[in-house]
T-cell receptor, first 110, second 114 residues
Framework: QKEVEQDPGPLSVPEGAIVSLNCTYS??????FMWYRQYSRKGPELLMY????GNKEDGRFTAQVDKSSKYISLFIRDSQPSDSATYLC??????????FGKGNQVVVIP | DADVTQTPRNRITKTGKRIMLECSQT?????MYWYRQDPGLGLRLIYY???????NKGEISDGYSVSRQAQAKFSLSLESAIPNQTALYFC?????????????FGPGTRLTVT
């Protein structure tokens, strides 16, 4: 079983819809949970990070962590065509390495 | 100018050839990383370096080697390229005192081995 599981999609939604992405993980030692966004032909860029269980909001983005279920989510409200990208979840143990999910391609249709 | 640059951006090479991918950064970060990205497999860590004299293997280092020539430069070499090394390669950096998630990625090198 891979440490981090993420359904690669793709996911197509109409503009204005809520986008819901999620990852599951098997290593209960993971402490930090991140979401990276990757536009076509670009490197990933950090979108959000969380440390504890619960929700964290940043504008239209909400990251959710449920450590008891080993499940993290990213919600994008009022999605825009500019949100079309691949979203990767990532997790870390201590300060040594990141474990990435496969990435989920999102297309927001105008 | 980009903070993390990679050269070349695209490369096609033949099986058995030696190839070097280069990464330079102007962010002043001590830590540098090499990843490869494959469809359906996501990003996987090849090597990482926390300073000029520190080199560590990642999860898929077989067939690869690295050189940290300076704080700002980290090169990845394929001594004898094989087709299953066809992938998108990313270099990343992070600050010494920052958290691991604070990684900054370059634009990537698309490598094709025929």
């Amino acid at each position: 079983q891979k440490e981090v599981e993420q359904d690669p999609g793709p996911l197509s939604v109409p503009e204005g819809a809520i986008v819901s992405l999620n990852c599951t993980y098997s290593n209960s030692a993971f402490q930090y949970f991140m979401w990276y966004r990757q536009y076509s032909r670009k490197g990933p860029e950090l979108l959000m990070y969380t440390y504890s269980s619960g929700n964290k909001e940043d504008g239209r983005f909400t990251a959710q962590v449920d450590k008891s279920s080993k499940y993290i989510s990213l919600f994008i409200r009022d999605s825009q065509p500019s949100d079309s990208a691949t979203y990767l979840c990532a997790m870390s143990v201590g300060n040594n390495r990141l474990a990435f999910g496969k990435g989920n391609q999102v297309v927001v249709i105008p | 100018d980009a903070d993390v640059t990679q050269t070349p951006r695209n490369r096609i090479t033949k099986t058995g050839k030696r190839i070097m991918l280069e990464c330079s950064q102007t962010k002043g970060h001590d830590r540098m990383y090499w990843y490869r990205q494959d469809p359906g497999l996501g990003l996987r860590l090849i090597y990482y370096s926390f300073d000029v004299k520190d080199i560590n293997k990642g999860e898929i280092s077989d067939g690869y080697s690295v050189s940290r020539q300076a704080q700002a430069k980290f090169s990845l070499s394929l001594e004898s390229a094989i087709p299953n090394q066809t992938a998108l390669y990313f270099c990343a950096t992070s600050p010494r005192d920052g958290d691991l998630y604070e990684q900054y990625f370059g634009p990537g090198t698309r490598l094709t081995v025929t």
